[in-house]
């Protein structure tokens, strides 16, 4: 549980917040990797880096999590830093000495938390795997006429450009907004996997809007989340 002092609406939510990292003096590599005392010690040191990060970062993006309390939230940051950790311990040989390494295993915790906080916003909502043909009731008819204008290019677009799986894919990620970690964990694929099918989706529908003349070549397709 949060101590209470570090609680929503307390005075010291900027302790909470704090994202620097601590001073590394410790040889993390070694440590970590010989077991014994110095690595229980290095574990342990850590996991407690981990927890910090993560529960900065669920803090930060408590707003999806709304009904929340802060006991769920420091629950989720510990789920979160259990997991960095154990990444982080199979990717050592991947650490280059490019940045401090508490620098560096700052972004494992950091990453886990955000996919654990969109994981559980999106826990009861259902992703649509549908075909994209939708309007802005609220529009002027000027507006109206002009997006449906494009939207009848980008339907076209998305039928005639992409296969259905690419379509369902690109209308999921860049108009539904679904988190690209919490499609995979629905489609029982890989986050690598959408990225390639997306890359491919955007390329086909660049090139078919281009042909119509409703996109620069300067322009791009969104990213997602």
């Given at each position: 549980?949060?101590p209470?002092?570090r ?11 704090s994202t620097a ?17 110095e ?8 996991h ?7 529960r900065?970062?669920v803090?930060r ?8 309390g802060?006991?769920?939230l420091d ?8 997991e960095?950790?154990?990444t ?16 560096w ?13 969109r ?9 649509h ?21 494009l939207?009848?290019?980008?339907t ?15 209308v999921?990620?860049?108009v539904?907004?679904v988190?690209?970690?919490v499609l ?23 090139d ?16 997602p989340?």
């Amino acid at each position: 549980m949060i101590p209470a002092s570090r609680r929503e609406g307390s005075p010291a939510e900027a302790d909470v917040t704090s994202t620097a990292p601590p001073p590394a003096k410790v040889d993390w590599l070694s440590a970590l990797r010989l077991p014994g005392p110095e690595q229980d010690a290095a574990l342990r040191n850590l996991h407690e880096l981990m927890l910090k990060a993560a529960r900065h970062q669920v803090w930060r993006m408590r707003g999806m999590l709304q009904g929340h309390g802060a006991e769920f939230l420091d629950e989720l940051a510990n789920s979160a830093a259990d997991e960095a950790v154990v990444t982080l311990l199979g990717k050592l040989d991947t650490f280059e000495g490019r940045s401090r390494f508490t620098t560096w295993a700052y972004k494992f915790a950091i990453l886990q938390a955000a996919t654990e906080v969109r994981r559980q916003a999106w826990a009861n909502r259902e992703v649509h795997l549908e075909d994209w043909d939708r309007a802005d009731p609220a529009a002027s008819p000027e507006e109206a006429a002009e997006a449906g204008d494009l939207a009848a290019a980008v339907t076209v677009a998305l039928h005639e450009a992409l296969t259905p799986y690419q379509r369902k894919i690109a209308v999921a990620l860049l108009v539904d907004g679904v988190p690209i970690d919490v499609l995979a964990e629905r489609l029982g694929t890989t986050r690598g996997a959408l990225y390639k099918a997306l890359h491919e989706a955007r390329g086909r529908l660049r090139d078919s809007l281009r042909t119509t003349g409703r996109l620069g070549h300067d322009a791009n397709v969104g990213d997602p989340r």
